[in-house]
């Protein structure tokens, strides 16, 4: 059983930075691979960002790619993604998720079995 809280989100203008942070509960954080989704008013869950467990292996979509960064700390049993260049259209609940196992589908929601309660985050323009 995993427990996953984030933290981090808020309101930031357009071309702003915002840090998000889930901590996880028990001892085996680090074998889970984790991932970050978000949603946005009236859409579906969208894939945002995942790692692998080892941190060996990151994955972006592409809207996010060379402003996200992924990254985590299995000591503090925590994982953060680092969000540069805000955008108005980033605005969306963030929520982290785990997985055991995600083999090729890091970007579909299913393939995770825990998630978090999300965190707001607002771009404005």
């Known amino acids: 059983q995993v427990q996953l809280v984030e933290s981090g989100g808020g309101l930031v203008q357009a071309g702003g930075s915002l840090r998000l942070s889930c901590a996880a509960s028990?001892?085996?954080?680090?074998?889970?691979?984790m991932g970050w989704f978000r949603q946005a008013p009236g859409k579906e869950r969208e894939f945002v960002a995942a790692?692998?467990?080892?941190?060996?292996?990151?994955y972006y979509t592409g809207s996010v790619k060379g402003r996200f960064t992924i990254s985590r700390d299995n000591a503090k049993n925590t994982v953060y993604l680092q969000m540069n260049s805000l955008k108005p259209e980033d605005t969306a609940v963030y929520y982290c998720?785990?997985?055991?196992?995600?083999?090729?589908?890091?970007?579909?929601?299913?393939?995770?079995?825990?998630w978090g309660q999300g965190t707001q985050v607002t771009v404005s323009s």
């Open positions: 028990g001892r085996t954080f680090s074998t889970y691979n």
């Open positions: 998720a785990a997985t055991a196992d995600f083999s090729a589908y890091w970007y579909v929601t299913s393939t995770y079995d825990y």
């Open positions: 790692i692998r467990w080892s941190g060996g292996s990151t």
